[in-house]
T-cell receptor, first 114, second 109 residues
Framework: EAQVTQNPRYLITVTGKKLTVTCSQN?????MSWYRQDPGLGLRQIYY???????DKGDVPEGYKVSRKEKRNFPLILESPSPNQTSLYFCASSLRLGGSYEQYFGPGTRLTVT | DAKTTQPPSMDCAEGRAANLPCNHSTISGNEYVYWYRQIHSQGPQYIIH???NNETNEMASLIITEDRKSSTLILPHATLRDTAVYYCIVRYGNNRLAFGKGNQVVVIP
């Protein structure tokens, strides 16, 4: 089944403890992206990647890192999480960059930083 | 990306067609109209997209006016599982999807 998977689905952590949220897709998509969703602010893009080893900042990249060493994986790294990074995170992928290519989303990771 | 306007909420009857409007009066010629929905806090689900022509797939139909300033998403036979927030998005080549507040659709038995 074609899908985007994320792990973990739920995570509670403390301020400053490094964490990684994994994202994987099995559709051979070139483009992958991370979003966060907060009440009243909608979904906002954090980082995106157009292909292996090609990443760029989205609208809210501060406090996050990403890497794209393999086409299928696009982990989101929080080196020193803070409470304002408590949010619902979604990974998405599409075949390639372009307005005609739909994006498919993962199930989400709910992160709480205390 | 061009801005879209949707009603904040609407109800529709189970088994009937649900017509979800969207205004995008500032859309430019190469911008696509996309529809997604989000059920509770699940990942947004792609529904359909189009550029100029009307489109239909197994989930819905998309009707775009000739001047492209508005569109309508049609769910042909609404079910209770179609209750969700529906997002109308206009986008160009930049893959960033600008989700607004969406339209909270409630399907009523």
């Amino acid at each position: 089944e074609a899908q985007v998977t994320q792990n973990p689905r739920y995570l509670i952590t403390v301020t400053g403890k490094k964490l990684t949220v994994t994202c994987s897709q099995n559709m051979n998509h070139e483009y992958m992206s991370w979003y966060r969703q907060d009440p009243g602010l909608g979904l906002r893009q954090i980082y995106y990647s157009m292909n292996v080893e090609v990443t760029d900042k989205g609208d809210v990249p501060e406090g996050y890192k990403v890497s794209r060493k393999e086409k299928r994986n696009f982990p989101l790294i929080l080196e020193s999480p803070s409470p304002n990074q408590t949010s619902l995170y979604f990974c998405a992928s599409s075949l390639r960059l372009g307005g005609s290519y739909e994006q498919y989303f993962g199930p989400g990771t709910r992160l709480t930083v205390t | 990306d061009a801005k879209t306007t949707q009603p904040p909420s609407m109800d529709c009857a189970e088994g009937r067609a649900a017509n979800l409007p969207c205004n995008h009066s500032t859309i430019s010629g190469n911008e696509y109209v996309y529809w997604y929905r989000q059920i509770h806090s699940q990942g947004p689900q792609y529904i359909i997209h189009g550029l100029k022509n009307n489109e239909t797939n197994e989930m819905a139909s998309l009707i775009i006016t000739e001047d492209r300033k508005s569109s309508t998403l049609i769910l042909p036979h609404a079910t209770l599982r179609d209750t969700a927030v529906y997002y109308c998005i206009v986008r160009y080549g930049n893959n960033r999807l600008a989700f607004g507040k969406g339209n909270q659709v409630v399907v009523i038995p």
